[in-house]
């Protein structure tokens, strides 16, 4: 049927109806008072959603661009970094750095383990002289399902004293609480299509004051993702190139959604999500990827043979979308996205047609298990 398609993956991620219209208004010319009038009020709510003071700038480009900006606008070639790296993302960060000739050490665990601080703090507290410029972390690691213990990580990035904190906030900005002023995080990064409920093509950086210090010095160079520039047009409410003037519309509308939601009640809906999903996929014998205490609340990753089988039957049959395992995990697990705008409904449903499909793959578990886990787990 045509129309119907049900995205439960981690980005991108559905698109409520009123920002679908808001998409779909006719743009107006960026530099005009009433573009500047929506920048201002979009600024103020990204640093309520930032849970900050500090800037937050707007890019036109996708969660990886906003990762690379961050780095490429506060270290210099040659600086020292940690970089943790247990999937896909963290292992990105780590290949940027070393574009750029950043000297990178990563800090690893298996997919599917979630990093362990006290590498971090030995680490941390064998540099006396000061030479780690920054520490790297993927907060929630979306191809493993893995959400990293960024506070205790970040404590003892604070005990070191010189080294920022840049973090890929990209499935837990909008999903878990991430309180950037709190823990003091220096470089936040997200992107649009992802806990923002609108479509690709928007990156998000935050920047404290500690990193702007640290822009003064750094050596890259830059032009379009000099982040000095976007921070000079944010203060007049503007931007210093074109801006994608119909995602800012969607965004506009989105945020005000999520405040009318409130924050609280944004993390306790993912945490609810993740929660049924979770009881759910263990109530029809399928085994869980993340553990429980470190588990993403953006994205479930269940670990199975047929996982490929799975995705397809879901695919062709129900006509939602579930996303597979990355490299050396492809066709070992999929992952079932819970991310934005995704409701209890949603949630219900995806399970639903996930016990039929695993009854027509011939697994072997008691009817119906898997919707009441969930429906108990979402009471
Ligand atoms: C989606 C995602 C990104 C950004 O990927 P893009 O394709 O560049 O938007 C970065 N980090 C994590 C953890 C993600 O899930």
New binding site residues.
Partial sequence: MEDKHMLMI??PTPVPEKVLKALGTHPIGHRSGDFSKIIAEINDNLKWLHQTKNEVLSLN???????EAGMINFLSPGDRVLVGVN????D??AQICEVFGIQTERITSDWGTPLDPEEFKTALEADTNKEIKAVVI??????AGVLNDLETINKYVKAHGEALIIV?????LGAYNVPVDDWGLDVV??????GYMIP?GL?FISVSDKAWKAYETSKFPRFYMDLGKYKKANAKNSTPFTPPINLMFGLQTALQMMQREGLENIFTRHQRLTNATRAAATAMGLSLFAPDDAAST??TAIRTDDAEAIRTTMRQKYDIALAGGQDHLKGKIFRVGHLGFISDRDVIMTIGCLEATLTELGHDFEPKSGTKAAAAALV
């Fill in positions: 981690p980005g480009v996708s969660g990886t661009g906003a990762m999937g896909k993302f963290g990105r960060w993927t907060h929630s690691e979306t191809s890929d906030a990209v499935t837990s990064a997200s992107g649009s299509q992802k690709p990156g953006a994205v």
